[in-house]
Structure formats: C-alpha cells, structure tokens
C-alpha cells in the first residue's frame, strides 16, 4: 500500500517543475550594461546605456536607474512618462531618457554637467508585469586640474626644499619626482585636500642636496596622462661648510639689494603681461588636455556601438564607377552591385561593362564617391554562394585614387589600400604583416567608416553593431575612394542605399582588432591606372 502512494508522486511533482520552467522561460529577459567603467569629464554630458536580452519593446517596460539603494533613484520612466517625484534633488533638471532604440530593447538615460558626486556605481532595474532584473554600470568622471608648479621653500639642512603644488584634479593625482637621468625620487611628503567641489589640492615636498634638474609629475591614474614641471638649481644655492660658504651668505644678500633696484622698475612694467601670457599658456595646455582626452572617450564609445557611431558620420550612397571596372567584372545598370564574370546576376539588369577573361590575379572597381575631408560611411552586403569555387575571394575598404591596380598588386597599408578580406572562410585585415583571423564567419552586410581628419577607416558587422577591425593613426594624403576586389564564382557585391536598404539584389560573433599605422610614405604615390578623375565628395 504504502509503495502505490509513493509512485505517483515524483510524477506529479515533474509535470508541475516542467510547468514552472517553461511559464518562466516565455517571459523572461536579461538587463545587460557596459563591460567596462564609462569615463567621462568633469562638467561634460555622459550616457548610462543599458539593454535587454533577448532583444523586445521597453515601452510598456519600468525602467529605473538609481545609485547604491533603490531609493536613491537618478531616473524613473513608467506608464510611458517620467517620473520625476522620485528623483533625488541633485538630479533633477540634469537627466534625461534616450530612448531612440526602445522599441529594439535598448535605452540610456544621459546626465548634464557632470560633478564629482556624479562619480561611481549605477544599477539600471527594468521591470516587466512581476518579472524584473537588473545590471551594474560604473562611472568614473574625471578632472583635469591646474599642471604642476615647483617652488624653492629655501635651504633645510645640506639641500634645498623644494614644493609641488596642483590644484583642481580629480580623482587625486599621483605626484612622482624625478632626477635628471629619470630615476625616481620619493617624496619627503605627501598632502591632499579636497575642496568644497570635491576637487583635490596636492602638494609634495622634497630635499635636494646636489645641483641638477629635478623634475615634478603629475599623473591620472586612469588614463596616464601625465603634466610635468622642472627646474634647476645653480650650485651657488646649495649651502656647503666651506670658506665661501661666510662670503656667499654676506655676498648674495647685497648682490639681490643691488638686482633688485635695477631691475624694478622693468619688473613692475612686464609683471602684469607675463602674468597674462602665463594665464594664456595654461589655459590652452589645459584645452588640448581635455580636447584630447574627449576624442578618445568619444573613440572607445564609437567602438562599442556602431549605431552611436553613425549619429557621427554621413550616409554615403556608393556608385560603382564602370570606367575603373576589371574586365573580369560585371556592373548592374544600377552601378549598385558587382559580380566576376562567372557569376552574372539572374535578373534584368543588363551588364554595362564586360570582357574576354584576362589571367589577371586580382578584379576590382572603385566607387565614383571620392573623399578628401570629413566623416562618411556606406554599407555593404556581400553574397558568398554555397558552392563557391576554389581561391574564391572578396576585400573591401578604401584607397588612394593614385593606387597601381594593374596586373597583379599587393592589398596593405604600404601600397594605400586599407581594406578587409574573405577567403577560404576567414576574414583578416589585409596588412604587411600576417595578422589573425578577425572572424571565421561571413557576416551578411558590412558597414565601412571613414574619418579623413583622424586618420582612421573602421569596419562593423551591421547586422549586430559589433566592431570587425580599425586601422588607426593614418595620415591619409590626396584623395580616398571606395575599393572593392571579387574573384571566383558565387561571390557578389551589392552596394545598400543611404538609408541602409538594398535594392532587391540577390543574396548569395564578431571578434574586434585594431591596426596602428603611422606617416606611410604617400607622397610617393604608385603609378595610377588609366582611370577617368573620380568625382570629389567633400564634408558638409
């Protein structure tokens, strides 16, 4: 008897789990935020993004975020309204949603005016019906305060007493001294205030006993970046137990006497503008450090997401330019998408540009849109066939428009090509060097980034937003034009309208890399083929 009550039970309470998990899984999502810290300046704006997980609405969504305790609310949005009545008091007036994307699951709340109380641990809590979760995002806001000023205290002991005063930094700087070989030095001490901004005043102090240059840096420790003052001490100075040591303690009192009543009247006219130049000069040193710092926080921000990327960068819509195609490639009337001659696309637009094959190693066209200044950027969807010959092989990217592309050439930064390629199934960044496969997958459709000023051409798989390669530190000489390779049947090439969307052609997780390049010698440009001038495009 007491075997048949226990048999039906473990059967029950399986069906009733089973019922749990799979009630559970219909509803269920995940909050994720960025992976590492944002870092900010100080009195700047910032974003605080985060995202769901699989990707749905956050309309009808709670959405939250808030500091250490719930309670602590930066920003509430709910039944499609903010609710500002829980809003802490420091920031009211200073945030706002950013929710261009909230229908595809993702949102930012941003914050004005940055402040030192600003900085720290965020929690972003989205809530669904009864089901909620949540993710942490940290904030480091940082302050570039006054450089270094070094100050002789006078003589103490066999040295001299030196002071290092910065004002204005946050979070507290690192104060490091340094001889004139780069050694360093430790300090004989340390003092850090904090004013009512919360903003840190440090100041270190040191003995020297020889005469030589003594060098004070201040560093954040964040970025590293670094501001350094040095001075040098005439031997005289030093106080030595010596027969001169009488003669130079009476001596250099009368000698400033006399100086002094020299040169005052002079002093008194130039103070006042060498304190204007000085005032000047830390001014624009400070200028070029924030400016400096903000390109590279808006660089590492573009990285993580290309459709923020996009909000900086101007919709080019490429035509492919029929004078500079290969022989061995067929142009749609469109001049919207490029195929080899073995793979003729099955539709009505007729070819406008074909020829007997020629046993060259390399087929490729450029873009009609040339660029000589400014931020662009297009996208591409490439087609590989399932049943794809052997050495079949597509690249794209940018070029010079003085490039040598006949024959057979070398795709690298050394001969001014800056492009991706695809064969064998791998994507690589074609380079001097040989690099690591940057993805073992072909991603559907391509976006390419140009930035002419900063020197930088950058690839993202669109169909995710995810980072493929960047080749940076470019100083791009004449003109760029859009550069496209194909080679081998079931390879195709369609160029997506402005607004992202192709033009009814045929179709056929992202690792990120970088490669750094410097002041390639393009002054000496290759021998240009015999290529019609391509029409320049230049910033608005």
């Known amino acids: 008897?007491?075997?048949?009550?226990?048999?039906?039970?473990?059967?029950?309470?399986?069906?009733?789990?089973?019922?749990?998990?799979?009630?559970?899984?219909?509803?269920?999502?995940?909050?994720?935020?960025?992976?590492?810290?944002?870092?900010?300046?100080?009195?700047?704006?910032?974003?605080?993004?985060?995202?769901?997980?699989?990707?749905?609405?956050?309309?009808?969504?709670?959405?939250?975020?808030?500091?250490?305790?719930?309670?602590?609310?930066?920003?509430?949005?709910?039944?499609g309204v903010e609710q500002a009545g829980e809003q802490l008091v420091?920031?009211?007036?200073?945030?706002?949603?950013?929710?261009?994307?909230?229908?595809?699951?993702?949102?930012a709340v941003r914050i004005h005016s940055l402040r030192v109380s600003d900085n720290g641990m965020y929690t972003c809590f989205f809530k669904k019906g009864s089901d909620f979760e949540e993710a942490i995002l940290e904030l480091k806001v940082i302050g570039l305060g006054s450089g270094p000023r070094i100050f002789m205290v006078g003589p103490e002991g066999k040295g001299i007493r030196l002071k290092c005063t910065g004002k204005r930094w946050f979070p507290q700087p690192e104060v490091q001294?340094?001889?004139?070989?780069?050694?360093?030095?430790?300090?004989?001490?340390?003092?850090?205030?904090?004013?009512?901004?919360?903003?840190?005043?440090?100041?270190?102090?040191?003995?020297?006993?020889?005469?030589?240059k003594v060098s004070c840096c201040m560093k954040n420790p964040f970025f590293g970046q670094e501001q350094v003052e040095t001075i040098s001490i005439p031997e005289p100075l030093f106080p030595r137990t010596s027969p001169w040591k009488v003669a130079f303690a009476v001596t250099l009192p009368i000698l400033g006497i006399f100086v002094g009543a020299v040169v005052f009247l002079a002093w008194k006219e130039q103070q006042e503008k060498k304190r204007a130049q000085e005032a000047k000069e830390e001014k624009e040193k400070e200028s070029k450090a924030k400016e400096s710092l903000e390109e590279e926080l808006d660089w590492r921000k573009a990285e993580l997401y290309a459709d923020w990327r996009k909000e900086h960068f101007e919709a080019v819509a490429i035509t492919l330019d029929p004078e500079t195609t290969h022989r061995n490639l067929v142009l749609s009337e469109s001049r919207k998408h490029v195929s080899s001659i073995e793979n003729v696309p099955q539709n009505n637009d007729a070819p406008t540009h074909q020829g007997p094959e020629e046993p060259e190693a390399i087929f490729s066209v450029l873009g009609q849109n040339c660029f000589n200044m400014?931020?662009?950027?297009?996208?591409?969807?490439?087609?590989?066939?399932?049943?794809?010959?052997?050495?079949?092989?597509?690249?794209?990217?940018?070029?010079?428009?003085?490039?040598?592309?006949?024959?057979?050439?070398?795709?690298?930064?050394?001969?001014?090509?800056?492009?991706?390629?695809?064969?064998?199934?791998?994507?690589?960044?074609?380079?001097?060097?040989?690099?690591?496969?940057?993805?073992?997958?072909?991603?559907?459709?391509?976006?390419?980034?140009l930035d002419w000023e900063a020197g930088n051409v950058s690839f993202y798989n669109m169909a995710d937003g995810s980072h493929i390669h960047s080749f940076t530190g470019i100083t791009f000489c004449g003109t760029l034009c859009p550069y496209f390779s194909l080679q081998g049947a079931g390879i195709s090439v369609t160029i997506c309208s402005a607004s992202g969307h192709t033009e009814n052609y045929p179709d056929s997780s992202p690792k990120t890399s970088v490669t750094h390049l410097r002041s390639f010698d393009m002054g000496v440009p290759q021998e240009a083929n015999s290529l019609l001038p391509p029409k320049i495009v230049s910033a608005p």
């Not at 309470?13 to 300046?41: T, Y």
């Not at 420091?90 to 949102?107: A, C, N, P, S």
């Not at 006949?406 to 380079?431: C, D, H, M, Q």
Request: aromatic share 10%.
């Open 1 to 79: 008897m007491v075997g048949s009550l226990d048999l039906p039970l473990p059967r029950n309470l399986f069906s009733i789990l089973l019922l749990q998990v799979s009630m559970w899984g219909a509803d269920s999502f995940l909050v994720i935020g960025p992976p590492e810290p944002i870092v900010a300046m100080l009195g700047a704006d910032t974003m605080l993004p985060c995202r769901v997980a699989p990707a749905m609405s956050l309309e009808n969504m709670e959405l939250r975020w808030f500091r250490s305790q719930f309670s602590d609310t930066v920003y509430v949005y709910q039944d």
């Open 374 to 449: 400014g931020r662009h950027f297009w996208e591409v969807e490439v087609s590989v066939g399932t049943e794809v010959g052997p050495g079949a092989r597509w690249a794209l990217g940018v070029c010079s428009e003085t490039v040598k592309r006949e024959g057979w050439f070398v795709e690298s930064p050394e001969k001014n090509f800056w492009v991706v390629a695809y064969k064998e199934e791998e994507i690589r960044a074609l380079t001097s060097q040989p690099k690591s496969p940057l993805l073992s997958q072909c991603p559907q459709k391509i976006g390419v980034f």
């Open 177 to 212: 001294w340094k001889d004139a070989r780069g050694e360093k030095i430790p300090s004989l001490s340390e003092d850090e205030t904090q004013d009512d901004d919360g903003l840190f005043q440090t100041e270190a102090s040191l003995i020297v006993t020889d005469s030589s």
């Open 90 to 107: 420091d920031f009211k007036g200073r945030t706002e949603l950013v929710k261009d994307y909230i229908t595809e699951g993702r949102v």
